[in-house]
T-cell receptor
Framework: SAVISQKPSRDICQRGTSLTIQCQVD?????MFWYRQQPGQSLTLIAT?????????ESGFVIDKFPISRPNLTFSTLTVSNMSPEDSSIYLC???????????FGPGTRLTVL | KQEVTQIPAALSVPEGENLVLNCSFT??????LQWFRQDPGKGLTSLLL?????REQTSGRLNASLDKSSGRSTLYIAASQPGDSATYLC??????????FGAGTRLFVKA
């Protein structure tokens, strides 16, 4: 199994600013992902964080708004840029050892944009 | 396009009752199906993972079944406890690491 931590756990931000969320896994993993969970909704995949290369974004999400880094096999960051109140959500990092492997999730970052 | 539906959306049961949560998906071409638990304001905890070649998985009081041909999975919780109160999410891996989540079933177990 993998234990995933995220920082910060929550934040309140002003419109127009940016926030970077960090995700740390306690072991090397093949895949890392970023999800968004809007209030009262289920999870939506934002992107797959690729080690050493550009992230793969899902439809509706773009790199300029959600730049992602993954410098090594245990760490990734997601930046929410030029925030608006519509970006208020829980952002979750997850990791998997490979195809058909269990997905493990971090505790999430609760973001509120005023 | 894969869609995942969970029924019921919410469920309230007395302690000790056995219960079944349902998950259906529209495209049977899946790699696996995973059940998660989410406590309020928290991340997700993996409960059971069923590979596409498997029919069921068990862990303690939990049993999950998978019927790919009919696009259905059930999560059976035996002898429910107040500590089981949470939202239960079903997620299917459609390949290429694209995981599609259902909206969840919010479970409340009354003491």
């Amino acid at each position: 199994s993998a234990v995933i931590s995220q920082k910060p756990s929550r934040d309140i931000c002003q419109r127009g600013t940016s926030l970077t969320i960090q995700c740390q896994v306690d072991s090397q993993v093949t895949m890392m992902f970023w999800y968004r969970q809007q209030p009262g909704q289920s999870l939506t995949l934002i992107a797959t964080a690729n080690q050493g290369s550009e992230a793969t974004y899902e439809s509706g999400f773009v790199i300029d708004k959600f730049p992602i880094s993954r410098p090594n096999l245990t760490f990734s960051t997601l930046t929410v840029s030029n925030m608006s109140p519509e970006d208020s959500s829980i952002y979750l990092c997850s990791a998997s050892g490979g195809v058909s492997d269990t997905q493990y999730f971090g505790p999430g970052t609760r973001l509120t944009v005023l | 396009k894969q869609e995942v539906t969970q029924i019921p959306a919410a469920l309230s049961v007395p302690e000790g009752e056995n219960l079944v949560l349902n998950c259906s998906f529209t495209d049977s071409a899946i790699y696996n199906l995973q059940w998660f638990r989410q406590d309020p304001g928290k991340g997700l905890t993996s409960l059971l993972l069923i590979q596409s070649s498997q029919r069921e998985q068990t862990s303690g009081r939990l049993n999950a079944s998978l019927d790919k041909s009919s696009g259905r999975s059930t999560l059976y919780i035996a002898a429910s406890q107040p500590g089981d109160s949470a939202t239960y999410l079903c997620a299917v891996d459609t390949g290429g690491f694209k995981t599609i989540f259902g909206a969840g079933t919010r479970l409340f177990v009354k003491a």
